[in-house]
């Protein structure tokens, strides 16, 4: 079994996640921030860029998976 099967799936959404790294981002950008909390927060960002890619990802192959069935029926 690879990885990718036995990780299970997130709780977050993507849409939960995408709206928490852009408020992540906002508070990075307005600064006054220590370096451990720039830091903290820098740190959370990357996790949350990856958990967007991994929905990104799914979505994608989910599409391909879909893709094949589409183009039969339309023959």
Do not use: F, I, K
């Amino acid at each position: 079994m690879s990885a990718e099967q036995s990780t299970p799936e997130p709780t977050t959404t993507y849409e939960q996640a995408r709206e928490e790294l852009a408020d992540v981002v906002r508070r990075l950008e307005a600064g006054g921030l220590t370096l451990e909390e720039s830091l903290g927060l820098w740190e959370r960002g990357e996790e949350l860029a990856q958990l967007c890619q991994h929905w990104l990802d799914r979505a994608r192959e989910r599409l391909a998976a879909a893709a094949p069935a589409d183009d039969a029926g339309r023959n």
